[in-house]
């Protein structure tokens, strides 16, 4: 799809090449431009694992071609290769639970082997080409209608990494971003360094600043303060999960920024596509918090080894209840948690 001319540009992170997957590692520094080659769907379940694929909308759409690749690569007979190919999803859902666009793409494809099309190759190819345009449509959708709420001259706080990295298109909380500053409603633009795997450090700054913006660099400890002194007049993030009533799950400390924000006079505006809506999720955390190993942690900052005796807890998403939420917005507009019309914006 053709970006709008007042959009700035955006980098890319997933390329298909018909026989493999291209994927941006970001665990890598994105000026570097190491790109990982995926031929089977355990490369992309380990790509999702590591963290060379993050983003809930990008996690969906390369689970999806890594189905198209398992089946290109297995030999067996129909029967056989539709077994192993279920197999291969329930792996494919494990690599990483809390994105419920991992969980929607797997559906997705299993809808595929339940219908049993003679050219099962094609069938599925299809499928993630089209969630790959509808992820893609979806995220200027978002960016578009997210940038008109923005007044102008806005100051506005993001979290975590919520762009072209995480997405395809321009984004879903950074692309509304950026095409708020491509209409020049933008007075700042701060954002997190995001602890401890530093995403907002290494992948919103070279983003934004690969858009031709200026950014301003916070821990998020400072981004809290500035948020109590009302230095900004909007926190914009994504999500990985969204329920029916508006509860968000998303990147830790996004909570903790809302609460913030509220206290300071901030609005809160929460950007994802409807295909992070769980009909099934009541809201409530209990079990839905994926908990990482701590030496990410005490690594992060170039230490060895944790020494023994120490227990570090890196839960890395909380959640924030609807009504710390001023504005959900999806691909079919914005809608504030309780009004009316919000199951529609939901796509419930």
Excluded at 82 to 87: A, C, F, P
Excluded at 259 to 275: E, F, K
Excluded at 293 to 303: K, M, N, Q, T, Y
Aim: glycine letters at 10%.
């Amino acid at each position: 799809m053709p970006s709008p001319s007042s959009c700035p540009p955006y980098p890319e992170s997933l390329v298909w090449a018909s026989d493999r997957l291209r994927l941006l590692d970001q665990r890598r520094p994105p000026a570097e431009g190491v790109w990982i080659e995926c031929r089977s769907l355990d490369d992309v379940v380990d790509a999702i694992r590591s963290l060379v694929v993050r983003g809930a909308p990008l996690i969906g759409v390369a689970a999806a071609y890594a189905v198209v690749l398992e089946e290109a690569r297995l030999r067996s007979a129909a029967s056989e290769k539709r077994r192993r190919l279920e197999e291969a999803l329930d792996r494919l859902a494990a690599a990483r639970p809390t994105a419920v666009n991992l969980a929607y793409a797997v559906g997705r494809m299993r809808r595929v082997l339940a219908d049993d099309p003679p050219e099962l190759g094609a069938a599925l190819l299809a499928v993630a080409r089209s969630m790959a345009r509808e992820e893609e449509e979806s995220s200027w959708a978002m960016s578009r209608e997210g940038a008109r709420r923005l007044e102008p001259g806005a100051r506005v706080l993001t979290h975590c990494n919520t762009g072209s990295l995480a997405t395809l298109g321009p984004g879903t909380a950074l692309g509304v971003v950026r095409c708020a500053w491509g209409e020049k409603r933008l007075a700042e633009v701060s954002c997190t360094e995001t602890r401890p795997w530093g995403q907002g450090l290494r992948l919103t700054t070279y983003e934004l600043l690969y858009s031709g913006m200026t950014v301003t660099l916070l821990t998020e400890s400072a981004a809290g303060a500035r948020l109590l002194d009302g230095a900004y007049d909007w926190l914009v993030v994504g999500a990985d999960r969204i329920s029916p009533r508006g509860d968000v799950l998303n990147k830790i400390g996004t909570h903790m920024l809302a609460r913030l924000a509220r206290l300071g006079g901030a609005r809160v505006m929460v950007v994802a596509p409807t295909s992070t809506v769980d009909p099934a999720w009541d809201g409530r955390a209990e079990g839905r918090i994926e908990e990482r190993s701590g030496d990410e942690v005490w690594r992060s900052l170039g230490a060895g080894d944790p020494p023994p005796g120490l227990r570090i807890a890196n839960p890395v998403f909380d959640r924030t209840p609807a009504e710390a939420v001023d504005l959900i917005v999806t691909e079919r507009g914005p809608g504030r948690p309780g009004d009316k019309d919000f199951a529609h914006i939901l796509g419930l």
